[in-house]
Structures are given as C-alpha cells and as structure tokens.
C-alpha cells in the first residue's frame, strides 16, 4: 500500500513492500509451479490467464498453448453450461469449494476432478476473474468404483468370504458366512476364527496360518468346521496371503463353501451304488441259483427217461404206467421248484425249505390222482436243504404211489424230528411185505430209486416193516442238516412243533 | 460229445474223440445199437463218483449197459480218491460239483498217483473248468443231462484218448 504523508518513510516502505511483495511472488509461484494441483486462472469471460505446471500434467496441454483460450477447450461437449454456472457464481462473489465433475483432456480422454474456483480481485476489490485449483481423481473414483465392485462381489457371494489376521482374528465377515456360520459380523469380528473351528481339530487353525505365513495358498481343501448352533459341517476351503502395499503378508482371505449338501449326496450316491451293486451280485446269484436248480431237474428227468428206456430196453416198448409215473416225478419236480424259486425270492442265501410245504403241496398233488383215497399226514415242521427237499419229495412220490397201488384204503405219512435225525414213515393198510421181501433183490426201478436217493443223497436208512395192525410200513431216517457234514454252512435247524 | 479245444492247445490230439465213417448213417434215436453193449469197454472196470443219487443210479445202469464192472461208488471226492486208489480201475467217472472235495481237485490226485482214464462229468459249461480238466490230465469232459445214448460213445471216445497218451 502507498503512504502519501510520509514520501521518505513512503519510499522507504514502497522499496520494503515492493520487497516484500517480490518475494511472496516468487513464494506463491513456487508453490503454483510446484503444486500436484492444477491451479489455473481465466477471466470473467473464461479465458484462460494462467496455467501451472501440474495443469499442463493433467490437462496435456502446454501453458503457451492455451493461455489466451478459452476455458471451455477442457469442459465436455455434454457440459455446455458448466463453464457460465462458474462463472456466474464467481461474479457473485462466491467461492465454489470441492465439486465433482469431469473435464476432457487434449487428447480427448474424460477425466475425474474435484475442483474449487475462488474469486480473483483487483486492488480495488473487484472481481475480475478467478482462480481454480483442479485435482485428478480419476485413479480414486477408479479405486472407489472397484472397491465397491468388490464388496458387492463379497457381500453378494454365495460362499462365506472371511479374513483374518496374522494371530486367526476375524477382521471381515460377509453375509454367506453369517449364512453358513450362523454367526452375526458384529458378532465374531475381532474375534478368533477358532470359534468356528470343531474341537477335534485343535491344530487346524495354527497349521493354515504358517502355510499363510509361510505365503502359500490353499486350495480347494475339504474339512469341517462348527456352526454357532453346534452342528459340524463340511466345508470346502481356500485360503490366501493378504498382503499390505509393502508385500508384506498381514493376514489371510478365505473364500469357505458348505460342501454339507454335496457331501450328504455323495454319501447318498456311494450308499446307493452299494446297494445296486449289492443288488446285482444277489441278482447274479440268485440267477445261478436257479440255473444250478433249472438243470439239476433236467437232469433228474432226464436220468428218470433214460433209467426207464435201459429198464425196458429188451421189450422195446415202456408201460404207459411208467410214463405216467414219470408225470408224476416231474410234477413233484416242479412243485419243489416252485416252493425253492419262492424261498429264493424272500431270501437269496436260502437254501432251506419247510417240510410242511414240501409234504403238504405234494401229497396234494397225489390226492388229485388217488381216486378219492385219503392220505393223511402228521409233519413237524422243520427246515430242509434244498437237495433234501427235491429228494424227499421224489421218495415220498414214489412210496406214497406204491402204497396207493398195492393196498386199499388210506395211507398215512409222517415227518417227524428226533433230535437231529428226521423219520419219514409212510404206511397202509394193505397186505404188508411178504416174510420173504428183500428189497435190494426184489427192487423194482422205482424201489431202486428209493433205495439210492436215501442212502446217497440223504444219508440215511430204510426200513420195510409189516405193521401190527396190519399194512406195510415203510421208514427212512437221515440225518437234518447240522449233522450232514457236507460242508455248507448250515445254521441249528429250526424243529418246530406242528401248527 | 467230447469237447474239441482250440486248435491252438498242444492237447488236441488227446481229447479229439476217435475219426468217424462220414459215410455211415447213423441213427441218435437207435437204441438197439446199445443192446449190444461197447466192445470197447467191456468188462473194462470204473468207478464212478457222483453226489447225486439220483444221477450215480442212471450211470450205473449205463456202465452196465456198456458191459463194464462197476466196482465202485462214490458220492464225494474225497471218498472218490479211495474208492480208486482201492480198486485201481480202467476208468473213472467223475463229477466236478462234489462236497468235501471237488471233482478237478480229486481227480487230480487220482493222476497222480494212478494212470487211470479219468472223464469228468458236469452240469456247467464253463471255459475255466474244461482247462482245468484238460491240465490235470482228465481223457474227457461230459455235460449233464447224459443218457445212455450219449455217454456210451463219450467213454469209448475218452477211452480211445487215453489208450493213444503216452505212457
């Protein structure tokens, strides 16, 4: 300021404040010149009067390029106002602090600021232009748009995203795992993530945090880990360094699915292809079983065919009697086979058949053809081989047949247990054996047959008796299958009394 | 039929059945060729080891039929091996699916001790078996259901193997 009174001190103070003056110039362009800022000043009609340094960074045009242009070279076409807004604030006197908004570069690239504008005054105080101060942030709202992208990312994730620091204390906490854990954020944030670890797995924790240390990763690693309310899930993990802008490692990020669901499936899925493999193998068996069964009579009839063509070989022709008999073994085959193939379905490792059924369904059969004579039975129910079976209904067949034709009246069989030892018995009431009858001489094909299905397939004994009250009597005995000793497995066999 | 093996087996000689007339008529339903038994096996000696009764009844009225010496039954392997080694037969005829001790396993000590035609008789047709029937030295290998008819031809056939091995 000038001093008129004093011209002396005037000057004086004149040469000190042009001094002065001079020097905060220079201070003031220094700081303009060395500022990270954009300081740019224009006119009230927006032309460009000054521009820095850092201007010429951020703008990409130079100060002697543009000073003298007007300031809406670096306002987007799409702003066409902006500029007299400004403008016309500044003529109001007002100062515009920190506004957010774009402006183009030289070469035609959009960029972020935040600008604050003041108003340039004379000495006399009036506005003639203004200053601005122009900071880039486009890196920051690139940085703020990807931060948000990535917590959108976290807080959107179906698996539980959790971090941690060096010492397994809980510092981010994203609502999958509020989901999974059943644990709130502000719940268990700047808690120990040993919380969610099961207390059978005391070294888990420590281990993934020296791997970590260590800045190795994990991945895809399956375990379990604790719900809040106490349940065990199953849980796949990935875990990796997080580290600061130094590099160096400060905690862990671990992206956790509930693999619960997946594993219960699998588990389902094993379970159930044991089963159909289970399946197939008692299916296989079940198929041998009866293929073994299926041939087994075939070879019985067959052998029963052949037997009676060498019997009658010499008279070149076979009763009808005998054919008819052979009608008979095979109907008996085939309701053996019936009764086995239905023991076979209730359970495949069956090899046991009742002895009602066999006894019951058969002499059913020889009633339809007894000419309306009665058989009567009296049998204990106990468990047979299959082979018994098939053998005791082919004896029985026989006996019951030769006592039908040999004598009138009824017949009676029974089956009964004695200890381990079964009694077959099968009686009538005819004429009985003569004194003289030896079965293994007088054995006619079917006798024969008798005789060898007992001794050799149930390893037994006959006995041809003439009863009391008069009739024959005919008894085999052999033993049940615990005492057979042929090598199967046999459980105790189940005598019972009869219903 | 005897089972002809693979050209390829160094056993084929052994188990082919003995060349036919091609020109002969033959009749499968003639029965009145068996009247007259086999001369090839009569009198020869056999013992048969079958579990079924049923099934040992028929062979024995077969090798009968045949003209042959039944001089032994058994129903197990193991009591095959005896009866055998007793009786030193011409032939054996020996079922594979036996209790106690099955048939390939007995045959196989018979074989060992005994320079027998060995013919093995079974319900399955099973690759495995027959190999292993022809490694231990069996003459034959049989399918069930046999008849007369039938098994008579096949123990001449596996007779007229053994008759041609090798001392």
């Keep these: ?499 | 039929m005897i089972q002809p093996l693979p050209s390829t087996s160094p056993w084929l000689p052994l188990w082919t059945a003995p060349a036919q007339d091609p020109s002969r008529k033959v009749d499968p339903l003639d029965w009145r060729r068996l009247l007259h038994g086999s001369a090839l096996l009569r009198d020869k000696r056999i013992v048969i080891v079958e579990d079924e009764g049923l099934t040992q009844i028929q062979l024995r009225k077969i090798c009968l039929l045949a003209g042959m010496e039944v001089v032994g039954l058994a129903t197990d392997g193991e009591q095959g091996v005896e009866q055998v080694l007793l009786t030193q037969p011409d032939m054996v005829l020996m079922d594979i699916k036996m209790p106690i001790l099955d048939g390939l396993n007995a045959a196989e000590r018979i074989l060992q001790e005994l320079s027998v035609c060995v013919v093995m008789l079974t319900a399955y047709d099973l690759d495995d078996y027959k190999a292993q029937a022809q490694a231990i030295g069996a003459c034959g290998y049989v399918f069930k259901p046999v008849s007369a008819s039938s098994l008579i031809p096949q123990l001449e056939a596996a007779y007229t193997v053994f008759q041609r091995k090798p001392a």
Excluded at chain 1, 451 to 460: P, Q, R
Excluded at chain 1, 464 to 480: H, K, M, T, W
């Design chain 1, 1 to 499: 300021m000038r001093n008129s009174k004093n011209p002396s001190i005037g000057k004086s103070t004149t040469i000190t404040e042009r001094n002065h003056l001079q020097t905060e110039q220079a201070l003031l362009a220094a700081i303009v010149n060395s500022s990270e800022d954009a300081i740019v000043s224009k006119d009230l009609d927006g032309i460009i009067t000054s521009w820095n340094p850092a201007a010429e960074r951020i703008y990409g045009w130079k100060a002697e390029e543009i000073v003298g242009k007007p300031k809406s070279l670096v306002i987007p076409p799409d702003m066409p106002n902006e500029l007299a807004f400004i403008l016309e604030r500044i003529r109001a006197g007002h100062r515009i602090e920190h506004y957010e908004t774009r402006r183009v570069r030289k070469d035609g690239v959009m960029i972020d600021v935040a600008i604050s504008v003041s108003p340039v005054k004379s000495p006399e105080g009036e506005i003639i232009g203004a200053a601005t101060i122009i900071r880039d942030i486009t890196d920051q709202r690139f940085l703020e748009a990807e931060q948000a992208r990535l917590a959108a990312i976290v807080n959107s994730s179906e698996d539980a995203i959790v971090s941690k620091n060096l010492h397994g204390i809980v510092t981010s906490w994203n609502p999958a795992a509020e989901r999974i854990y059943g644990w709130k954020a502000e719940e268990i944030v700047g808690k120990s993530k040993a919380l969610v670890i099961p207390p059978d797995m005391p070294n888990e924790l420590s281990a993934i945090l020296a791997k970590v240390q260590a800045g190795e990763r994990i991945e895809h690693y399956e375990t379990r880990r604790l719900r809040k309310d106490g349940v065990t899930i199953d849980v796949a993990i990935s875990v990796s360094p997080v580290r600061d802008s130094h590099g160096r490692t400060i905690g862990a990020a671990t992206i956790v699915r509930d693999i619960t669901q997946q594993k219960r499936t699998e588990r389902e899925l094993q379970r159930r292809q044991e089963e159909v493999e289970l399946l197939n193998v008692r299916l296989k068996r079940a198929v041998q079983e009866t293929h073994h069964r299926v041939k087994n009579n075939l070879q019985i009839i067959s052998a029963m065919i052949d037997m009676q063509s060498i019997e009658y070989i010499h008279q070149e022709t076979v009763p009808l009697g005998e054919l008819m008999r052979l009608g008979h073994h095979i109907r008996t085959l085939a309701i053996v086979h019936d009764l086995l193939t239905r023991s076979l379905q209730e359970d495949e490792a069956e090899q046991y058949i009742s002895s009602t059924s066999i006894v019951g369904n058969l002499l059913g059969l020889l009633e339809q053809t007894s000419g309306g004579r009665r058989i009567h039975s009296d049998v204990q129910e106990m468990e047979l081989l299959s082979k018994q079976a098939v053998t005791l209904a082919l004896v029985i067949n026989e006996l019951v047949s030769n006592a039908l034709k040999h004598s009138a009246g009824e017949v009676d069989v029974s089956l009964r247990a004695q200890g381990c030892t079964a009694e077959l018995r099968v009686s009538d009431s005819g004429a009985g054996f003569s004194q003289n009858f030896d079965p293994v001489t007088q054995a006619n094909l079917g006798l024969e047959l008798v005789l060898g299905l007992i001794e050799s397939d149930l390893k037994g004994k006959i006995f041809f008796e003439n009863r009391n009250e008069g009739g024959a009597s005919v008894r085999a005995q052999f033993p049940l299958p615990e005492t057979l000793g042929n090598g199967l497995p046999i459980p105790a066999p189940a005598v019972k009394e009869p219903v």
